[in-house]
Structures are given as C-alpha cells and as structure tokens.
C-alpha cells in the first residue's frame, strides 16, 4: 500500500498568481499521477510525473500551466500557474503500488484550491 | 475512444434495500475495470476490481463484455454504504484510469 500525503489541504488564491501543491509518498514509487476534479464533475488525469525525465501531459494539459517536478521517487510537485476562477478544483496526487500481487492506485486526500 | 459512462448521479435507497449502480464503458481492447468510493471526509480509495471476483463490504460487480457493462451491486444496502462511487477503467497504461462522472448513493433508515 501506499500512503500519500497533500500540502495544502486547501487554499483560497488570487486571480493571476501561481501555486504549488506537494505531494509525498511514504514509499519509493516510479510513477505518480496528478488529477483534476472540477466541481461537479469526475476525475481527469492531467499528468504523469517520472522520476528523472519530464511529466507526460494528457490531452487539454500543458507543461506550461500545469508545471510538475518530481526530484525523487517519494515526492512530486503540481503547480497551478496564472489561475483563473476556472482553476478552482479538487487536484489529487496518486500513486500506483503494490497489493499483494497485483497493484493499486492511491490516491492522495486531494487540495481544494479556490480561485477568486 | 475509451469512455466510462455512470448514467445515475443520485440513487437513493431505503436500508436494507438492494442497490445497484450502473456502469458502462467503451473499450476496443481488454479492459480493466474498477469500482473506487469515497465516504464523506475520506479519501478515494478502491472499493474492487474485476479480475478479483471478490465481494468487498457485500458490493459485487461483474464484467459484461458482451453489454460492456460493470455494474455494482449490493443486495442490502446499509446506511455506512452512503458514499460518492465512481467506476473506472484501465485500458493499457500503468496507473492511468478514466473514471465516469460518478454516482452520489444515500441510504436512509
């Protein structure tokens, strides 16, 4: 299993200024998955983050909007840049690890963030 | 493209009431299919998958190729069932899902 941990829960943030979620696994991961949730709406995976090499984007999500670090194998960073008011979500770090022998996604507790 | 279609937002059912939420993808390979559930101030977590054919808290679900579906299923709903469950697949990446919209479940006394 996996445990994830998020910084910031939550966060109330200005139009036009940039902000950077943490996230930090309690084990040594290859890959980590940053999703969206909008309000109202299902989740959407925006990026996978490798360790050592640039995230992956998925389709609508660009390296620079959605900025992603991952310095080691338990830790990644998501940032948020320029937001807008259409920014505001839920934003999930997730991890795939083992159980038993097959594998899981975890996911993390999410950050809130609300742009005004 | 592959999709996962949850037709339901809200299903409301009485304790001790069957339950059943539906789900409905579009795949063209082998797909894998889970079921994941969110109580109230929790996180996301997995509920089952259906290479398991496992029941987890009384929740069946069976993989349908021929109907595409992967409904979830649980003959006496109770009241800790209430929760935000979404249905997701994997198609051929590690650790990528595509979920569905979700179906909000509330179980009254």
């Known amino acids: 299993s996996a445990v994830i941990s998020q910084k910031p829960s939550r966060d109330i943030c200005q139009r036009g200024t940039s902000l950077t979620i943490q996230c930090q696994v309690d084990?040594?991961?290859?890959?980590m998955f940053w999703y969206r949730q909008q309000p109202g709406q299902s989740l959407t995976l925006i990026a996978t983050?490798?360790?050592?090499?640039?995230?992956?984007?998925e389709s609508g999500f660009v390296i620079d909007k959605f900025p992603i670090s991952r310095p080691n194998l338990t830790f990644s960073t998501l940032t948020v840049s320029n937001m807008s008011p259409e920014d505001s979500s839920i934003y999930l770090c997730?991890?795939?690890?083992?159980?038993?022998?097959?594998?899981?996604?975890?996911f993390g507790e999410g950050s809130r963030l609300t742009v005004l | 493209a592959q999709r996962v279609t949850q037709p339901e937002k809200l299903l409301s059912v009485f304790k001790g009431a069957p339950v059943e939420l539906k789900c409905n993808y579009s795949?063209?390979?082998?797909?894998?299919l889970f079921w994941y559930v969110q109580y109230s101030r929790q996180r996301l977590q997995l509920l089952l998958r259906?290479?398991s054919r496992e029941s987890i808290k009384g929740f069946t679900a069976d993989l349908n190729k021929g109907e595409t579906s992967f409904h979830l299923k649980k003959p006496f709903a109770q009241e800790e069932d209430s929760a935000m469950y979404y249905c997701?697949?994997?198609?051929?990446?590690?650790?990528?899902?595509?979920f569905g919209a979700g179906t909000q479940v509330v179980v009254t006394p």
């Open positions: 997730s991890v795939e690890a083992a159980t038993g022998d097959t594998g899981e996604l975890f």
């Open positions: 084990s040594q991961v290859t890959m």
């Open positions: 983050a490798n360790q050592g090499s640039e995230a992956t984007y």
């Open positions: 795949y063209s390979g082998s797909p894998e």
């Open positions: 259906h290479i």
């Open positions: 997701a697949l994997r198609s051929d990446s590690w650790g990528k899902l595509q």
